[in-house]
């Protein structure tokens, strides 16, 4: 599958005029980009490697009051959907670093407030099966609800409301998959079936010793999904932070999916 993908933002940034940004598509296992583009208006720009390893994010100080940015990018996805009910989990003692740290609660993500309901819940299944279960609850128990949650809203404040969007729809996923003691990361990306069209999450679950993608919304498959970075919750790939305040004047998102070897 091959994504083209075209970002366009405008912001107000506060006094310092900077801002830490996440909007790269990766150089990944499963997809590779190529004729990127990036213009950033009258800024200077500082590049960073991404959380745990994965993509890259960039400093951005600008001379005048507005970031305004483009990005258009082509992706080839060359990752299939995983069979996950054919793949087993991985004994804890077996378990490499890079996996292990994903079996703990984060900021958003208090995993360990759902081990007694996660083991009456799944705890009859195993490996990618019960990865499986996990999607088909959250399908049947959460409802996607733009504008109900916001920067604030955590895995417990969703759990006990049942209502988000993608953001929580992860913390979601990576909760109970950690509760059960299975490794998960958060991962912001870009989605060709996003509705409405924006940058998206969705999650990585360690199985059968690799990193497998899901989507808990149920919107996008791993095959139309580019990775953009990867952390334990929102906290670590946010597309944008700034030391100071940062007013919305315009964000558009597109990414169009399509079959084949063309572009």
Known sequence: ?????????????????????????????????????????DAVLHDLEGEGGVGRRKWVRIRGEHLILRYQAHARVSRAPARLDCLDAVPLDDLPGEAFSYLRPSRYCQSDQLEIFADRRFGH???????????????????????????????????ATRKGVCRDYAHMMCGLARASQIPARYVSAYGASVTPPDFHAVVEVWLDGAWHIVDPTGMCSADEIAVIGVGRDAADVPFMETPDEAQFVEQIVRVEARAGGGR
């Open 1 to 41: 599958m091959n994504l083209n993908i075209d970002v366009s933002m405008t912001y107000r940034l506060g006094a310092k005029r900077l801002a830490l940004l996440a909007f790269e598509a990766a150089q990944y296992d499963g997809q590779s980009v190529f004729e990127d583009r990036i213009e950033i208006e």
């Open 125 to 159: 299944l195993s490996g990618g099966s019960k990865i499986l279960a996990i999607l088909d609850w959250i399908a049947a128990e959460l409802e996607y609800v733009p504008g109900h949650s916001d920067g604030a809203t955590s895995l417990l404040d969703t759990f």
